[in-house]
């Protein structure tokens, strides 16, 4: 009888490891993709912010991974949104610079031809819903149902440009209350989830929290240490709460994979609160404090829990790392080319090797300015908020200068080189596959090289 035990609780063991390393067959695990506005990469105690209280994202990154070399897909708002919904570099979208309200029009966006992670999961059998801000195109053809959602609760653009919320196209408050969103759409989820429990699901969810202007809710009004600021981020952590809550109460909780995220670092108007330390740089910059951003993701049973990683991973990667979780094939519709790779195996664990080591950098306004190879990171556009960088490119080691002070570019003429080459490569191939954006033909698209790249 012993020797029998013994055998079956070594079987049991067995098949929880073999779970734990890599997607569930035959089975379509639901997803929950959310993402911040404008939070920093320390506005969470559990990358090191010492002054809010961030709880649930704290036990989040307990349960599952916390990665510390993430990258949003660009430094500003409409283009990140571009980059995390396709895997493809924003410029490959026809972006030019600029969000949608601010330098680009309302009636441009993302194109009803690129391919979305929506769009991928919605022909897999997912139902398929957006709640929270959109920022990709204003008219009828730019709105979420066009781009593979079944059901969107939204705002058209960011809180301070707009005071509209919808649900599809009918229009549901006129003025909304901006200190009430984050409760709303933490409410919109949860209904969500209750009512899709049967059928599996892709919850889109990026949050207005803590994007300007912060105003707090009236229970968390005054609770932090850091102003309206700090009482959106902890309110913030705790509808991710409820969201959390509803999945489990709904015995979802180990056939979910739920990733947290943000769009980008501080806004200036919010400097004296949020927090980018060790790193430098804000919103719209390429500086790592302009868009290393915290990203947590959780899957109980499959992905190992109490797991930190520094392996480079950009919002790009997530559609298709995503898809290789959940066994959903991506199909071609009309971007060009993805650039995202598939870093599931990093995730789980895997004994894999990482698949990205570089990383491209498009300032706020269009621009290629930087490229990250392993540790180093070469500037190769003039730069101001770099110095030296209007004499030549500039390069860092972020391994020992997190803070980007210390120019390495004339000790190390031959790193310089090969990642201006590698630079010059990676943007061609860009430049070669473009999609316009969605709307009206926007003009003739711009150098969008660095001032050290080869013309």
Known sequence: MKNLLTAILAT?????????????????????????????????????????????????????????????????????????????????LGWQGG????????????????????????????????????????TPALQPMKQGFDEAYYI????NQTDELWREDKLLEKPFENRLLSEKFANEAVTFIKKNKDKPFFLYLPWTAPHFP???????????KHSAFGDVVEELDARVGEVLQAVKDNKLDDNTLVIFT??????????????????RGMKWMT???GNRVPCIVRWPGVIPPEQTSGAIVGAIDLF???????????????????????????????AKAHPRNDLLFFHGWGTMQAIRLGNHKLYVDKTKEIQGSQKGPVLYDLSTDPAESIDLAAKHPEIVAKLLTMAETKLTDVNANVINMGGPKPPNPKDNHGAWLKK
Not at 156 to 159: A, I, Y
């Open 156 to 159: 058209k653009m960011s809180n």
């Open 12 to 92: 049991v063991v067995a098949a929880v490891s073999i779970q734990a390393k890599g997607p569930r067959k035959n089975t379509k695990p639901n997803v929950i993709l959310m993402m911040a506005d404008d939070l920093a990469y320390a506005d969470l105690a559990c990358y090191g912010n010492k002054a809010l209280k961030t709880p649930v994202l704290d036990q989040m990154a307990k349960e599952g991974i916390r990665l510390t070399s993430y990258y949003s897909g660009n430094t500003v708002c409409t283009p990140s949104r571009m980059a995390l919904l396709t895997g493809a570099y924003p410029p490959r």
């Open 214 to 224: 912060a105003q707090s809710h009236p229970e968390w009004k005054g609770k932090s």
């Open 99 to 138: 969000v949608v309200g601010y330098k680009i029009k309302g009636q441009n966006g993302l194109a009803p031809e690129a391919l979305t992670i929506a769009e991928t999961f919605k022909e897999a059998g997912y139902r398929t819903a957006l709640v929270g801000k959109w920022h990709l195109g204003n």
């Open 262 to 279: 943000s769009d980008n670092g501080t806004d200036g108007s919010q400097k004296k609160w949020g927090n980018r330390k060790p790193y």
């Open 287 to 289: 500086l790592e404090g």
């Open 320 to 350: 298709p790392t995503i898809a290789a979780a959940c066994n959903v094939e991506i199909k071609s519709k009309g971007i060009p080319k993805i650039d995202g790779l598939n870093c599931w195996p990093t995730l789980i664990n895997s």
